[in-house]
């Protein structure tokens, strides 16, 4: 598990990168998936092996004749785009130790993404086994916390309070039950050398762990905020301002762990927000300003405030 320290690319090199995700696709306008992929191909000049798991990104950047992809690129099932990608990297292993490979000190960045409910929920298992095998990869989760390109059902990352299709606010229901799933804590759990939390307002600090990810040796786990002005029920043009809220209100703290117990919190908020703010902001959770179920905007605060503090103590341990 060697970790390296990464050379960061600054703006000027970043905008003159060759683009890897270009041309038109069939994102909705303002979808934060397509501003993720592109921060994350220009973090690196070397060459791409990719993959995408069925999706919002997938089928909206790929439809047959067409291609945003100006790399390796492939998409097999929505639930093994990981295992898809860690052949890849077996197979380039392979082929390197036979002398088979024309440019051997060449070797390629492997990555897959996927969404939350091909992360959290259905590709979990695949993703687990490519880190427990210790493939050189990077597994970049699309957490827009819902399956959307289905219509928006609830995931296990879907926050409580949130209403989706299968998780309906109503008369007698706030919507999703349950807390969202921290895939964080699970993947730093399985003693990956780097897992990072990132949001594509904090361009920075997105870039620089993307570098420090592909700097890596081993299994890397990046989870992307990406907020979905469909499903989360905001308005286009505010994608960023909805992720400055969340960034700044700690409801989306941004975070890395190293091997597994190392915590770094890389993002402080010089004036935190209220979390009510942030839920004011989204259609999504229009309902929890009613008399009948204003009291768990409270609860929302009362979690984000302990989940800080707890990041702040393990940060301090550095356990
Ligand atoms: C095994 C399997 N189950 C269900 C589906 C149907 N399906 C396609 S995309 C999708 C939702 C994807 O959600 P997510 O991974 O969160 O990505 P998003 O579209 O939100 O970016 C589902 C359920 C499928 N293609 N394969
Ligand atoms: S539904 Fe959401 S995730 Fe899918 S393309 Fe639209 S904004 Fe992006």
Request: hydrophobic share 35%; glycine share 8%; proline share 4%.
């Amino acid at each position: 598990m060697t970790q390296i320290k990464a050379k960061t690319k600054n703006l000027k090199n970043f905008s003159t990168s060759t683009e890897r995700f270009e041309g038109s696709n069939l994102l909705c306008p303002g979808c934060a998936h397509s501003i993720i992929v592109r921060e994350v191909l220009n973090a690196t000049d070397d060459n791409l092996i990719l993959a995408a798991s069925t999706g919002c990104l997938e089928v909206c950047t790929a439809v047959y004749p067409h291609t945003s992809w100006d790399a390796s690129w492939i998409h097999i099932g929505f639930e093994n785009g990981s295992s898809a990608v860690a052949g890849a990297e077996a197979m380039h292993k392979a082929l390197k130790k036979k002398g088979r490979l024309k440019q051997p000190e060449r070797t390629p960045k492997f990555v897959a993404f996927g969404g939350d409910g091909a992360t959290y929920d259905i590709g979990f298992q695949w993703i687990s086994g490519c880190f427990e095998r210790g493939h050189d990869m990077m597994y970049v989760c699309l957490d827009n916390e819902v399956y959307a390109n289905t219509g928006g059902q609830r995931s296990s990352s879907t926050p409580i309070g949130a209403s989706a299709t299968t998780s309906p606010a109503g008369r007698t229901s706030y919507g999703e039950k349950r807390n969202k799933k921290d895939i964080m804590a699970i993947m730093a759990a399985h003693g990956a050398p780097y897992v990072a939390q990132v949001a594509p307002n904090k361009w920075k600090d997105m870039v620089k762990k993307i570098q420090t990810g592909f700097a890596t040796e081993g299994p890397v786990f990046i989870n992307a905020m990406s907020a979905c002005t469909t499903e989360w029920k905001f308005a286009p043009e505010d994608t960023i301002a909805i992720s400055d809220l969340a960034t700044e209100s700690l409801v989306f703290p941004l975070y890395e762990i190293i091997d597994g117990t190392e915590l770094n919190i890389t993002y402080r908020p010089k004036n935190v927000i209220p979390v009510r703010d942030y839920l004011g902001a989204q259609g999504r959770f229009k309902h929890l300003f009613s008399k009948q179920y204003e009291y768990l905007i409270d609860e929302w605060q009362s979690r984000v405030d302990a989940k800080w503090e707890y990041l702040q103590r393990r940060e301090e341990a550095r356990v």
